[in-house]
């Protein structure tokens, strides 16, 4: 969103349709619906929405583990698409992806050591000499002791195992990593640890992230950017301080008045939003419409295109300019 | 509700120095250590830890559904004023989705995945209330779809719980918990967890009216201090098996006690601004394995208040005001520091 930075990653018009089989009948659905999208080198763009909303798709999508349907994903100036197989290698290395579930994301038979050199193995990183010691170095930039490096996954506690999925995706010494819920899985207590790791790994490192993530409060924290998606859509795109002084979608308001607020003086009354994420539920207009609280009869006939409202600051909602000053989201979590 | 009359209300449950060991070759492994925790009626009580604390144990000491491994060391676990723990099996598996009931964190577990939603919730009337006849039974279980919030409840009857969403299946597993009409205490572990936080929400807030409005009593467990303020009248903060703070949900926010309390309180994100970007306060290191069972304090490895008393001598759970209570030796020092941060104008 920067102006001043030419991106690394940006994408024009993303599209990606799944065949959704229900009993007999085969539905389309598209889970990723023109989404365009900038990253600047150095920044964070996080993207929130509940399950089912497309973040997921997106994230494979940015790293080419899913191919879009339509659209054009260029990442540091050239699109991906055009790309010689060489390039494509490096866009591999380039952009590294850090899961919720560290457990999963380890292969359980390997030892830390194999876990983290795999990466430096595969993209010829250290001849076989400098392996060891390269793999030390990464596991000390992430926190971790050198005896580490002989132990398996299950004999790390939670924080540990996700530490060694950094070091993993760090090894390649990409420009983006994109990190789908980091921390979710994790105790509360390491968490903040976590989040730390990956604000320092930033700072000296230069690295892009793509944040994918539930917790507003975190977002708020550690984003530049943030894009709120609705149903495959982006309903709100804006830099963070602009979203979180001011969000203009009923959605963005409704997913921070839902957000658990520590602290019972301010507790919420009745739920911001009824209902769930239906795909389908709608087919023509505004696809929030069926539980959106300021739904007029226009937004069941039109489906409202993401505007500009300010500099910085995209919305898609016929009635963005209508929605009072909201309490700004750092004083509601205070 | 005023602190005095919870006070007075009789204890739904009253459990008092309870331990719970896993049996292990090189000897038991204590996992619940020496708890005491009440839950008054119409009370929701917070149950809150990290991963392994010992919180699902707990609570399935109390339903009487430990794992064959577990065993109950010493304490007493009273529920309305009799002894679970020297009740015969048989009993307590009665008492279990009558009078008290579980509400799982992923709802199928409670939930049959070949058994239809009506078919589901009528089978508990049949064991629980068989006096209610069988067109009675429908009825009731349309009845307490709507009460949770279920869409089109009668239609729901006939689906299967893979037909739908994790909100729903929950909503249905609240259900189910309520049917047979004389639950009295709820017991939820994680009940929102694997949901968005707009389902969470409505969830929540389902809890709170049936606190409020059928003076049900919640223990709820979650990890999770935003929940926890959002909805429990009284806190018991667990680490490591013990609990190491206890107080009401507005002292324990505004004047935490325990240095693992604050610690956890800390380190929450508090919205950006200038403070952006910035390092967030943190408790280093790791919670210990139960296997390494301290001699002194449980947290003194990450304590950053941690002397050589704490090493080496226990500290035991002591009354810290009106109504709270907690485990350190230096609390009373650290009183005027452990003010929230925020708390000032
Ligand atoms: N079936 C089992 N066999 C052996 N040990 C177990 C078993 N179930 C739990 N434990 C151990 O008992 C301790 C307490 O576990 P418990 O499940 O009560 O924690 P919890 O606080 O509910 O954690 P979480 O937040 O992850 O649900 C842990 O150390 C755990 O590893
Ligand atoms: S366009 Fe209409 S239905 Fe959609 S978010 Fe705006 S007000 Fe709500
Ligand atoms: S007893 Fe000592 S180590 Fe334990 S919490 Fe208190 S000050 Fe920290
Ligand atoms: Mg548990």
Redesign the pocket.
Known sequence: MSASKAPLLSTRGLRKRYKLRGGNAVRQITAVDDVSIQLASGETLAVVGESGCGKSTLAKLITQLEIPDEGELVFDGRPVSTRSRRERLAFRRDVQIVLQDPYGSLTPHFRVHTLVAEPLRIHRLATPSKLPTRVAEILESVGLAPEIAGRFPHELSGGQRQRVSIARAIATRPRLIVCDEPVSALDVSVRSQIVNLLLDLQRELGLSYLFISHDLALVDHIADVVCVMYLGRIVEQASAAAFFAAPRHPYSRALIASSPVPDPRRRHGAPAVHGEVEVGATTSGCRFRNRCPMALAKCAETDPPLRVLAADHLVACHRADELGEPLPFAEQIR | MGDTLVAEAPRVLDVRGLSIA?RRPAGPIR?VRDVDLTVGHGEIVGLV??????????ARAILGTL?R??EVLTGEIGFVGSDLRHMPPSQVRHLRGDRMALVPQEPMTSLNPSLRIGRQLTEVLEVHRPEIRSAARTERAIEMLELVGVNFPSERLSQYPYQLSGGLRQRVAIAMALICGRVELLIAD?PTTALDVTIQAQILDLFVRLQTKQKMSVLLIT?DLGVIAQTAQRVAVMYAGEIVEMAGVDDLFAMPRHPYTRGLLDSLPRAGGAARKAHLPSIEGAVPS?AEEPRGCSFVNRCAFGVDLCRQQQPQLESAGAGRSVRCHRWQELADQFVRRDAAP
Do not use: C, D
């Open positions: 896993f996992v830890g990290e991963s392994g604390s010992g919180k699902s144990i707990f794992p491994q577990a994680e990890h139960p």
